[in-house]
């Protein structure tokens, strides 16, 4: 089995993923002055964060995908890549930055994963290994920024524990790889609030830096930037 990190925005094949991420600058103040984004125990359109994280899964790979709105819950579509710089190891990280735009309507909520690791399925009934709990605030790390502001840097907290897809999510044809299907998906999930009417920038990094001989995977150490402009109209 060889693992896989998976980048929305490259589809690099190593095996973590971070999806494109978006928020907008400005929403704090156009969400009433709460907060911009759902709290990690909470159930924002009555629904868990683990169950929002399992619902962006099957959107985004089941063979059938639904449509990318759930309610007034929009998933968030892959960022744009530039050319990765770096070899990937952690004296020299691979380095992937993304952009995006994406125009909304307002009262609309914003779905999106910071980072995960989608366990894969191969032939032979195998799966990858699930990514020790004790990683998320340690090995993988991110910050997101909304307006310049941070908005979350302690991914421990946001942490959604592996979610497991029984049947798995097949392809409809084998990855460059050998994988042929999704098994579970563990991450951090993240729910936008609605933003207020006009134009509004989202940033954030997510790093993944994980050492040689940690028992699950080889060193890897790759460092993610996505922003995304978003256009909020009446």
């Known amino acids: 089995m060889t693992s896989r ?3 929305t925005s490259a589809s690099l094949a190593l095996g973590l993923l971070c ?4 928020v907008a600058p400005g929403a704090i103040a156009g969400n009433g002055g709460g907060p911009a984004i759902a709290a990690p125990k909470s159930h924002p359109y009555g629904q868990s964060m683990a169950e929002w994280l399992v619902d962006y899964t099957r959107w985004k790979y089941d063979p059938a ?3 990318n709105i759930s309610g007034k819950v929009l998933f968030l579509s892959p960022t744009v890549p530039d050319a990765p710089s770096g070899s990937g190891t952690l004296e020299d990280p691979l380095v992937v930055t993304g952009h995006g735009d994406v125009t909304i309507k307002a009262g609309t909520a914003l779905l999106d994963v910071l980072i995960a690791w989608w366990g894969e399925l191969y032939p032979d009934g195998s799966i ?3 990514l020790p709990g004790n990683w998320w605030g340690t090995y993988v790390t991110g910050e997101v920024l909304l307006d310049g502001k941070t908005v979350l840097d302690n991914v421990a907290d946001y942490y959604v524990s592996p979610q497991t897809f029984d049947p798995p ?3 409809p044809e084998p990855t460059p790889w050998g994988a042929i299907g999704t098994a579970f998906v563990q991450g951090v999930p993240i729910m936008l609030r609605p933003l207020s009417v006009g134009v509004h920038i989202y940033e954030n990094v997510a790093y ?13 150490a790759v460092i993610f930037q996505n922003s995304m402009t978003i256009t909020v109209v009446p």
Request: no cysteine; charged share 15%; aromatic share 4%.
């Open 128 to 130: 990858d290994p699930v």
């Open 5 to 7: 990190l998976q980048n």
């Open 19 to 22: 999806a494109s991420l978006i």
């Open 208 to 220: 993944v830096l994980v050492p040689a001989d940690n028992g699950v995977t080889p060193e890897t």
């Open 169 to 171: 999510l097949l392809y």
């Open 65 to 67: 995908p639904a449509d």
